[in-house]
Structure formats: C-alpha cells, structure tokens
C-alpha cells in the first residue's frame, strides 16, 4: 500500500530535521526524565571531547560536574513535578567542563517537548570560548586606546622640557673648561637622553597603531636587520646563523612592525652573549603557521624572571626600560593567530619563539 503524502511529509522532516541538529555548530543533548541521554550530537562531541559511544544511553552525569549534575536534577524534577517551565526557553551562561578537565565558558538554553505523555529535555550548548576571547581583546584595546591619549598628552608635556634641559646641557659642556662639571653636564644628558628614550617607548607602547597585512619575506627581513649589525657582531665574537626554509619565507603581517619585532629580540640576544657564542636565527613552517625561532647562548633567563618577562616595566637590564619586550607582545598578538614563547634555563641560553601566519609569496 502506497504511503500517503502526510507520511512521506513527515518523514522527510525528521530526515531534515535530523541533518540539521547533527551537523549545526550547537551542541544538541536530548535527555527524559531520568536523566538518560538519547541525543548527543557531532558538535556536542567536539565540544565536550566525549564520543557519543560513551554517553547515549547513559546518564546525563557522565559528562557534567557533581554540582551541575545535581542542579539539573532539581530542575528536572520541578518541571515533571508542576509542569512549570521555569528555565525552558531562557539562555544562560555557564562554566562547563571538557573530557580533559579543562573549564569553558558556553551558553546554555533548554527546551522541553512531551512524546506520549513523557517529557524530553534538549539542551543547546554554544562553546564561548571564541567570543569571550574577542570581547576581552576589544575591551582591552578600548583600555588601552583611551590611556593612550592619556599618555601622549602628558608624555607631549614631559618631551618639552626635557629638550630644554637637554639642550642647554649640551650648549654648556662645550663651553665647560673643569673636569668635574664636564662630568656632571655630561650625566645630565645622558639621563635626559635615557628619558626621552624611555618616553618614546611608553608611547609606542600605548598608541594603539594601525596594522598593514601584506606577505612579509622573512629572508629579506633579517637580512636588514642583521647586516648594520654585522661590526658588534664580530667585536663580540657573535656567529650568526641564519636558516630560513623557503618553504617557511613568507608570513602574514606587517613588515615595518615586524621588522621592529625582531630587531629588538635580536638586539636583546646580542646583549645576552657577552662571551660571545652563536645565534641562530631559524623559520620553519608549520602547517598554516610559520614558527620563527631567535636562539642565543648567553646566560639564560632564570625561571622567576621569565614568568614576569613580557610584564610593562620589567627589565633585568641596569639601564633597560622593560617595555622593549611588551611592545614585542603586543605587535605580535595584533597579527592574526600570532604568539611569542621563550625558552631558557639559567646558564644554558634563551630561545624566543614566534608564531605567524604564514602567507603564499606574492606573484611576480
């Protein structure tokens, strides 16, 4: 007997139906109200890092912690109890929990549907990792625009005078004939020479600057870079090797804040090798990254001083600024997917580690 069109109808919703629900970005969990799971979908297991194996058919508890678990019981049992949709339909935001252990924060909405008199509870679950991240980043470019302006107002009050104390300084020492004030004169310029230093990198720190995206030749770059630097090199016994696969040339970003990325962690490894060494400088790709590596031998970063190493005004330097590497932070976590690292042990020397998209080159 040919099956009627309502029933082809109906059967052809849930086949869409069911598409649907397995292949959305949501979590989808189906329980009743004992708690067994009937719907876990291809999301929910990317989300949660359980296989659907190890939770249909089982309680719900398997994949949520004992504090969450008892709150949803007490939920579901108000609901069977006085059909009173308290939390069907509201979204909220929870904490949840991976396979892993590892905590995320998500979005949880509820609805109820009732099959035969028996109710059925679907949870649907947003993984808002991604989100939060990006209202963090935008939050904190907010911040740092508005103290930006703070401090390049008073930095703009604070160069004046100090050009003038400078400048007067200098008029003196040449006309200065005693030894003693020639020292003196010669302290103050070179104390105002370190603040107007220092006033130009807390600008630079704290403008936020507009970005350029092009494909960026790392060979070329460090070759720039490296070249002016060729004299200190060989008076201080420094090797440099440079590696850069071809496959790994080409990285997203851009060139002029990269090239003051990685000259100042050349310049930082430069200063670490007093007794001379080799520094290798090497890139290699990764997949849909290109990994950057600056490795020194000098005298490594103790374990103490590298969890404070990329904090505004740290410096392990006599006359360093501590901002030099927070700059370098910063440039790099503005370009999309990138990261800097450090590897060092007291002694053994420091490897700085940058991670860039990495770009196909650019047709001739």
Request: charged share 30%; hydrophobic share 35%.
């Amino acid at each position: 007997m040919p099956s009627s069109p309502i029933a082809d109808c109906k059967s052809k919703e849930f086949s869409i139906l069911s598409h649907a629900v397995e292949n959305t970005n949501e979590a989808f969990v189906t329980i009743d109200r004992f708690h067994k799971v009937y719907v876990f979908n291809r999301a929910a297991e990317k989300i949660f890092g359980y296989s659907r194996e190890e939770v249909i058919g089982r309680d719900l508890g398997v994949i949520m912690s004992p504090e969450c678990s008892r709150n949803h019981r007490g939920a579901v049992k108000r609901y069977v109890e006085t059909r009173v949709p308290r939390r069907i339909g509201h979204e909220t935001e929870i904490t949840a929990t991976r396979k892993s252990g590892d905590t995320f924060p998500a979005s949880i909405s509820f609805s109820v549907t009732e099959v035969d008199g028996e109710p059925y509870f679907t949870a649907i679950v947003r993984d808002l990792t991604e989100t939060k991240t990006l209202q963090e980043k935008i939050a904190a470019a907010e911040r740092l625009a508005a103290l930006g302006q703070v401090v390049a107002e008073i930095a703009h009050e604070i160069k004046n005078p100090l050009m003038i104390i400078g400048g007067l300084a200098g008029q003196l020492l040449r006309v200065s004939e005693g030894s003693k004030t020639r020292e003196k004169l010669g302290i103050i310029s070179e104390e105002v020479n370190r603040l107007e230093g220092l006033i130009s990198e807390i600008r630079e720190y704290y403008t936020p600057r507009q970005m350029s995206n092009a494909a960026v030749d790392l060979a070329d770059m460090f070759r720039r870079i490296t070249e002016p630097l060729e004299d200190r090199f060989n008076s201080a016994g420094i090797l440099l090797e440079v590696s850069i696969a071809e496959e790994a040339r080409w990285v997203q970003g851009d060139r002029e804040r990269l090239k003051q990325v990685f000259l100042n962690l050349v310049k930082n490894a430069l200063e670490a090798m007093r007794n001379g060494g080799t520094l290798k400088i090497s890139a290699r790709a990764d997949e849909d990254m290109v990994e950057i590596r600056i490795a020194d031998e000098g005298g490594g970063i103790s374990e103490k001083d590298k969890e404070r190493l990329f904090t505004p005004f740290f410096t392990t330097k006599t006359k360093g600024t501590g901002l030099g590497l927070c700059v370098v932070k910063r440039i790099v976590e503005e370009h999309r997917n990138g990261s800097v690292s450090v590897e060092s042990e007291g002694g053994k020397g420091t490897v700085f580690i940058v991670r860039l998209t990495h770009s196909p080159a650019p047709s001739e």
